[in-house]
């Protein structure tokens, strides 16, 4: 049996017993209650990007060989007061790479953080070098980090005599709480009296319950701004402490709603159905054609003492074979369960699911969005 087809029908059998055992809940109820701190965030809660460009010595001859290197190598001596012409410097050694990294929310000065450093030019590899001291600034200009540290690539590289070798990429490394916070970042929501709350995926149902949760437990002081945000008058028990009410409120539950959605990767024959998506009544037929094309070889000698010449003939073949299809009513749906065991019914692999799926969807008949990866 193809092993697509052995996950696609024990998926079917999980799904069958978990809705047999009432664990999964039908009508509708294929969403479980979440605590509010996973379905998003609220105002101000956030990371934020850093980026710098630095150099990297310490090389086994590997480093970069334009001018760019030689420009950064000959800024550096020239800050620590040496002067010479940048021709004389050897840049074989030396590589320019940026570094990224992100600064999470409320991270104090003298915290570290991991960095990752990528090659700018054409090193080929960044295997036993250090970083020297970059600064790592934000989108506003400003410096938040400095980095600084040996660099640790997941491979390595090496080649002589026209042959390589090489394992993972050596152009990219990290530097394990190589970054040293120089500058907070400020959290100022919550200063007026009010802070709203971001869904990780904007659904008004979502939304709307989100605030009914927090209507029911702090009384009439959410308010849904639109499908992604709510606005939240705070208590005035956490007046002058919106933290606590953030600590209190994040807790409660709520179950969430989402578009019904069918995804599918026709690159690796993956098929996902949303617990939401239902199919009208539809007729599906499925069958498969299959045609060979082969080629026979066959030698033509010539008669004895004749002036021809031996010669390979080919001769093409043609064949085809078609299985017997079947045709088969699928009933209006209500649950996942439904769609899978209807589809399955027909003897369907994952690869024919995903045709059969994009052809109700062309047929009108899928109560749901197809997405194709």
């Known amino acids: 049996m193809n092993p697509l087809k052995k996950i696609f029908i024990a998926t079917l059998l999980s799904l069958s017993a978990l809705l047999a055992a009432g664990i999964l809940p039908a009508g509708g109820q294929v969403h479980p209650e979440v605590r509010l701190k996973d379905l998003g965030r609220f105002e101000g809660v956030r990371p934020n990007q850093l980026v710098g460009m630095g150099l990297v010595t310490g090389l086994q001859g590997t480093g970069d060989k334009g001018e760019l290197v030689a420009a950064m190598m000959g800024n550096m001596v020239e800050n620590f007061g040496i002067s010479m012409n940048r021709k004389d410097l050897k840049s074989k050694n030396s590589a320019v790479v940026t570094i990224t990294c992100e600064l999470p929310p409320f991270a104090r000065s003298g915290e ?175 069958g498969n054609l299959t ?29 085809a074979d078609e299985e017997r299809g079947s045709m088969a009513l699928l009933n209006a749906t209500t649950t996942v369960d439904d769609v899978v065991k209807s589809l399955n019914a027909l003897g369907a692999t994952p690869r024919d699911i995903i045709t059969i799926l994009q052809a109700i969807d062309r047929a009108g008949a899928l109560q749901g969005e197809l997405v194709i990866m």
């Open 291 to 319: 045609v060979s094309v082969g080629i026979d070889r066959t030698v033509s000698q010539p008669e004895p003492l004749s002036l021809g010449e031996t010669k390979v003939i080919e001769t093409a073949t043609i064949t």
């Open 112 to 286: 570290t953080i991991d960095v990752t450093i990528s090659t700018v030019g054409d090193a080929k590899s960044l295997e036993g070098g250090v970083l020297l001291q970059t600064p790592l600034k934000a989108a506003n200009g400003s410096v938040y980090a400095v980095a600084q540290g040996p660099v640790s690539i997941g491979g390595f590289s090496a080649s002589a005599a026209g042959s390589s070798l090489s394992k993972n990429v050596s152009t990219t490394g990290r530097i394990p709480n190589g970054a040293i916070v120089e500058r907070e970042t400020s959290w100022g929501a919550g200063t007026d009296g009010r802070i709203r709350f971001f869904l990780k995926r904007p659904d008004f149902t979502t939304a709307d319950r989100v605030a009914a949760i927090i209507n029911r437990n702090y009384g009439s002081v959410a308010t849904v701004t639109d499908a992604g945000c709510v606005d939240i008058a705070i208590p005035h028990a956490f007046r002058g402490n919106p933290s606590g009410f953030i600590a209190s409120s994040e807790l409660l539950r709520v179950r969430p709603d989402s578009v019904a959605r069918v995804v599918i990767n026709e690159r690796t024959g993956t098929v996902t159905v949303g617990g939401d998506v239902r199919i009208s009544e539809v007729a599906v037929a499925h």
